[in-house]
């Protein structure tokens, strides 16, 4: 079983140094697990009400590190694991320039660079970026169209109805090439099945509902196989958190969750330690518990 470990928020255990992800990094491949993963955020807003998946967990000030730059510092002290987002905020960055940033991620990591996309729910960042929000889907389709020519041809055109261009290189391109994995986070429906079956490598469902998960597989499968594609899709997700009698997240009850989460169609598990860590010295033994899930 691949398990990647979602570092978000691990570092204010170390009084907020950001350079406390490269120890952490380093103890998470020694224990063999699959990945780490980063969240995104370029800006904050005040409406943090319009969070569509319950509470916002930090306030507006909270800082929100640069991922990919980060991935860059973690790939430079790691050698074997693999980077991810968890997830990009895409249409925020130019395709050209996140085709550019990524092939360089993944030269510097030799390959294990692995993209979690999606559009984000904060229009604005959107406006802060000069983005339309409403435009958000066309950009988002648009920008990773665009990336997966620059990472297969050179020159290449595009002629799409946000972006256009004619006879570009854009090098070096990734170790990995076009077949660097994409996972999106988004909704499952059937056109966004049938989208992600044509260029992408899997899904990352936001919410931990076995229901939820089982049918958002079954549509993505289906669509895997109307576009002749021989893989299975990746399926990574969280499983669903487990308190105890008191309320308090609980990590064996969680990871009890596994087997139905594995059975409903997961592929993957990705693992945020933050839910169950209390203090600096919580981490490694948490780490450590986690890691029983790569024997699945």
Known sequence: MKVIVGLFGLHNFHDGDINSYIEISQSIEEMGFHGI???DHVVMGKNLHKYPFGSFPLPSEAPWYEPLT??????SHTQHLHLATAVLITPLRNPALLAKTSATIDSISRGRLELGVGMGWQEEEYLTAGVPFEKRAEIFWETLEICQ???RESPASYNGNIYQFDDIWCQPQPVQGADLPLLFGLKMTASNAQKIAQIGHGWIPIKTDEEFISSGSELLSKAFKENNKDETPRIRGQLPTQLDDSGIPNLELTLKQAEKSIASGLTEIEIFPINFVR??????PVLKTISELTNL
């Open 279 to 284: 203090s600096k010295d919580d981490i490694v």
């Open 37 to 39: 993963s980063l969240t």
């Open 149 to 151: 020519l620059l990472w």
């Open 70 to 75: 980060i991935l860059t510092m973690i790939a």
